[in-house]
């Protein structure tokens, strides 16, 4: 997906609402596996991962309409072993055949050295299960992100300031030059990819620090994880963050998808979706977007 196409779906579904897949199988409704029980043959042994793709299309079912993206976050599949893994790429079919104008991001956080890299950009850009964007960590400089750079109409998307506290451990330090280690990121980083393949992770819960971002990066995507169970503050990050073009993928993961952990949970998922599109419907419409 390119930008300009990423654009036109926030425009058109006033909406810049990404949710989060992070299916937890002991958060999964016991329904679920219940359903899934009984439809095994006889002899069969039950796989927990088989509930955590049928959790998935039905919330992808409830929310489509409401969202622009999807990010699945590998950790909740690779613990499931192979049969996780196979959950993870039905997920991402799923979403291609039935709702072709969303955009997939990958959250698995990958960076390594170049040829591990190459190998990595392989895996998730390449073949059925590719998907628009993955997220990066940037930490070991250029040559482990170029190789992810390499395919027209993908995305990297490297952390930059993330929303959990241990986020100032390192990524708010400042060097001689007062220059804070997350700004370093963001200047150097520009001279790898361009706002056409590149986007930021920074997280809600750092408010007016958005404002910060901007200086140094006006034109790029933001993927803005920690609305809601994180305690994130919409308005905020739209007030800070915001560009003409939008300028903003917002995630909601937990607040969306365990809005209720009972029969109506895609109901519940349905209606959390809805709300903050609504609240983005605002947020954009103030900006004459």
């Known amino acids: 997906m390119t930008r300009q196409e990423l654009i036109e779906q926030i425009r058109e579904k006033q909406s810049f609402l990404c949710v ?15 359903e899934c029980k009984a439809k095994l043959q006889e002899g069969e042994d039950y796989d927990e991962a088989v509930a955590l793709y049928v959790f998935n299309q039905l919330i992808i079912d409830a929310t489509a309409p409401y969202c622009v993206a999807y990010k699945p976050n590998l950790a909740f599949y690779e613990s499931l072993g192979a ?19 969303h955009f997939i991001i990958a959250d698995a956080k990958r960076g390594d050295i170049g040829n591990t890299s190459a190998m990595y950009a392989r895996t998730f850009f390449e073949g059925e299960s590719q998907v628009d964007a993955l997220t990066v960590a940037p930490y070991m400089g250029e040559d482990s992100v170029s190789p992810f750079l390499g395919y027209e109409g993908k995305w990297v998307i490297l952390l930059a300031l993330t929303s959990n506290k241990g986020s100032h451990d390192f990524q708010l330090t400042e060097d001689k030059e007062s220059e804070r280690l997350f700004e370093k990121v963001l200047k150097v980083s520009q001279q790898w ?36 169970a994180q305690g994130g503050s919409l308005q905020e990050v739209c007030q800070y963050g915001m560009t003409k073009d939008c300028g903003l993928l917002v995630n909601s993961s937990r607040g969306i998808i365990y809005a209720s952990n009972g029969e109506d949970f895609a109901e519940a998922a349905a209606a959390a979706a809805k709300k903050l599109q609504q609240e983005m419907a605002e947020e954009l419409k103030k900006k004459g977007f």
Not at 20 to 34: R, S, T, V, Y
């Open 193 to 228: 990819g361009t706002d056409e393949n590149m986007m930021y992770v920074v997280g809600a819960t750092q408010g007016r620090m958005f404002e910060d971002i901007r200086k140094v990066v006006p034109n790029h995507f933001l993927l803005v994880p920690g609305v809601g």
């Open 83 to 101: 049969s996780g893994i196979i959950s993870y790429e039905l997920t991402v079919q799923y979403i291609k055949e039935n709702y072709p104008h």
């Open 20 to 34: 989060g897949l992070d299916p937890d199988i002991k958060k999964i409704p016991a329904f679920i596996h219940e």
